[in-house]
């Protein structure tokens, strides 16, 4: 279920999912997987391709995430947040 | 004569709308279902300039696609009853995504003011936006309000009326999407328009166009019904296929990027950010309430103390109003002491039995909860409890918000079946209220600690305890693979902390209480005249003779045992209360008594709950999960006694 920790490759870029994000790291999202009324979900949400996102707090035990996006601040759950695959940006902790 | 608009207010969920519907209708409101849903449906009415105002409060949602019920019933709303003005409140610290719900409002070509909202909020995060740019470049009035001081209000109400009369004429902003997505919008609308004119009489044809590209499945299915829909249905998918080959992702996805890039590039337009915003106390609370470790203690004081709350208040009420009541059916049976008693006295107390429990019972312990529940609600604390809990919750197939239901459920089934509706689609809703029925509420507690807990021992007691949390982990699991749906994680906002407003709890405490006791009373009183017209006929005696095989032969009970399992329905504590009546306690095995409170706590959980969930989710469903716990409960209880035997012998 839970795909937290694998990284996967796309166009020699390295890309991970918002899960791997360290706190207080930002990314880029660039897809969202998963069924389509969750892709739609995280669309409508604000979390649409090409938007920045910042992890802001994991949970523990491999619980929920809290991300910015579009100046809100949304609660995302662990197999959720795994679903998006976002691109780190630099200088700024990446997993 | 006094001319009547109707006015409803859509927007986001933690925007403030309901505290906007409040001053608009003060206590002159009532709080329903949407018919067949478990939709809250909140109405009021006030007058200003002359004219009576029906104000409707629909449900805040993110998104009006097809996605929760509450998305559904608010754009039928908007769409088919045509209200006079939509009042789009609108959070002015969160510009961006709450302009992408306006532009939906736009699709549906709604008269829609905005109420920009919590611009006091925004000012102190050092956000201020330029309200006549906004207006301009959306082409419709809006107007800057503090929801939370009244600011604003007046201002707002006299833009409506000017709006309704035609004396404000709008010029809403005319949406267009990027090249590739526009092209195919403006193809399927002319098909749209050529083909399905009596569905373009009821929703505009460029919304019909875009919702058709989005694979709303909603639409979807209307379009069908229509001569013709299938031609468009099909078109639609074509160009939809090829929108997504071109991006790569699914179309509604592609829809909402659009969407999104005109909502930020007009937020970016209109917002001047001043200083950077400093950390606030809101956000030193949020620090701390959702840490890793130190959140959970945190919690499990708000739990307790709530439950407290709710035991205390609830228990000292609950005493309070059956002395009352108590004494007001000894005055009416007095009265009726002319008529003959076999008669009256099976009416006086079903009838009464139903209210005494009625008020005794649930009311003393709903009122504190919702009390408690508006407090948590109004203070954004439940969406912080839901973060915590929805790695533990997710063991039981629901997800964090499920946490809520399931904690009120150790008090009062009532209450926590009617906290389900926190859960976003009906699935999920009905999960959580299954599970909820099996968690063991107070009177089942006292059932468990009065019976098995005293003479078997508390070491009995605790292993009942964790029976049932075995049990409702397992069985929420296997609704949660047998339920069709696609299952939700966890997608929450994360509202600020604010300071919940004494008149608002209020508010809402009273419009729900007013709601449980329209609804929920009669069913109990109906039911408890059931039992005691039973018993007066000497039907009970038969149902006893007839159940025999399963009291004492399956569970290996007294046979008399069945007179309270049956009564229990009316009040579980009331279970133990006969038995002892009927047999002395002691004389039981501990092997008995283990059985009967395990019965007792599975169980259908009692009419009052029963009611909750007619009222919740329809006859048929309530009568599922009746059943279903029934059959478990006989199920185990037999199982249990059984194995019992074994190892007592």
Request: glycine residues 8%.
């Amino acid at each position: 279920m839970s795909r937290s920790g694998k990284r996967l490759r796309e166009n020699e870029e390295e890309l991970c999912t918002l899960t791997d994000l360290a706190e207080g790291g930002r990314g880029i999202i660039v897809k969202t997987q998963g069924g389509f009324g969750l892709v739609r979900r995280l669309a409508e949400m604000g979390l649409t391709p090409s938007t920045e996102v910042k992890l802001l707090k994991k949970g523990s035990f491999g619980g929920p995430v809290e991300v910015e996006v579009r100046g809100v601040t949304l609660a995302l759950g662990h197999g959720v947040a795994s679903k998006v695959l976002v691109k780190p940006l630099k200088d700024e902790g990446n997993g | 004569m006094a001319r009547r608009l109707r006015v409803a207010l859509a927007g986001n969920a933690n925007v403030g709308k309901s505290v906007i519907f409040n001053q608009l209708t003060g206590l002159n409101q009532v709080i329903g279902n949407w018919p067949g849903k478990t939709v809250e449906k909140a109405e009021g009415t006030l007058h200003f300039k002359g004219y009576t105002i029906r104000v409707i409060d629909l449900p805040g949602t993110y998104s009006l696609s097809a996605f929760s019920i509450e998305e559904i019933v608010s754009r039928e709303y908007i769409a088919i009853e045509k209200p006079d003005v939509i009042i789009n409140v609108v959070d002015a610290s969160a510009l961006e995504r709450n302009l992408y719900f306006t532009l939906q409002l736009l699709e549906l070509e709604a008269p829609v003011v905005m109420a920009l909202n919590q611009v006091d909020f925004a000012a102190k995060k050092g956000i201020r936006i330029n309200v006549e740019k906004l207006s301009e470049i959306l082409g419709i009035p809006v107007v800057p309000t503090v929801a939370i001081t009244g600011s604003g209000i007046n201002e707002l109400l006299t833009t409506v009326v000017a709006l309704a009369s035609g004396e404000i004429k709008p010029k809403p902003l005319k949406i267009r999407f990027g090249a590739e997505v526009e092209k195919r919008v403006q193809k399927l609308q002319k098909l749209v328009e050529k083909r399905l004119p009596r569905m373009c009489a009821i929703y505009p044809a460029r919304w019909i166009a875009i919702k058709l590209l989005e694979k709303d499945e909603d639409v979807a299915s209307k379009v069908k019904n229509y001569a013709g829909g299938t031609e468009a249905l099909e078109y639609a998918e074509k160009q939809a296929a090829e929108l997504e080959k071109m991006h790569g992702e699914q179309s509604p996805v592609i829809l909402a990027s659009e969407r999104y890039s005109i909502a930020s590039k007009i937020a970016k337009e209109v917002t001047v950010t001043i200083t950077p915003p400093r950390i606030s106390l809101e956000q030193k609370l949020d620090t701390i309430t959702t840490h890793k470790i130190l959140g959970y203690p945190i919690l499990i004081g708000i739990l307790l103390a709530t439950f407290s709350l709710i035991f205390i208040g609830g228990g000292f009420l609950s005493s309070f109003l059956e002395t009352v009541v108590s004494d007001v059916s000894t005055h009416i049976e007095a009265l009726l002491a002319f008529l003959p008693q076999e008669v009256v006295k099976p009416l006086v107390n079903g009838v009464f039995g139903g209210i005494v429990a009625g008020i005794t019972i649930a009311l003393p312990y709903i009122v504190p909860f919702y009390i408690i529940l508006a407090l948590l609600e109004d203070s954004g604390y439940l969406p912080r409890a839901a973060f915590l809990m929805d790695n533990f919750m997710h063991k039981m197939g629901l997800h964090g918000k499920a946490f809520i239901p399931l904690v009120l459920g150790y008090g009062c089934s009532v209450p926590a079946c009617i906290g389900c509706r926190i859960m976003e689609t009906e699935r999920e809703r009905l999960i959580a209220a299954f599970v909820v029925t099996l968690v063991p509420c107070a009177a089942r507690t006292v059932v468990i600690l009065g019976l098995v807990g005293r003479y078997v021992g508390l070491h009995a007691a605790l292993a009942l305890y964790i029976f049932d949390l075995a049990l409702v982990f397992v069985l929420g699991r296997i609704a949660f693979k047998v339920l069709p749906g696609e299952p939700v994680g966890l997608i929450m906002e994360m509202p600020p902390y604010k300071r919940p407003l004494v008149k608002n709890v209020l508010a809402k405490t009273w419009s729900r209480t007013k709601d449980f006791v329209c609804v929920a009373f009669p069913i109990i009183v109906a039911g408890s005249l059931t039992i005691t017209i039973l018993d007066a006929t000497g039907f009970i005696g038969y149902i006893v003779a007839g159940a025999r095989p399963i009291i004492s032969g399956w569970l290996g009970l007294p046979k008399v045992a069945g007179v309270p399992l049956i009564f229990g329905v009316l009040r579980k504590e009331l279970a133990l209360i006969l038995l002892s009546e009927l047999v002395p306690l002691e004389t039981l095995s501990a092997a008995q008594m283990i059985v009967f409170a395990l019965v007792t706590m599975l169980y259908i959980p009692c009419i009052a709950t029963i009611a909750a969930l007619l009222r919740e989710f329809g006859l048929k469903k309530a009568a599922v999960i009746t059943i279903v716990n029934v059959t478990f409960a006989l199920f185990f209880g037999g199982l249990v006694y059984r194995l019992l035997l074994l190892f007592t012998t």
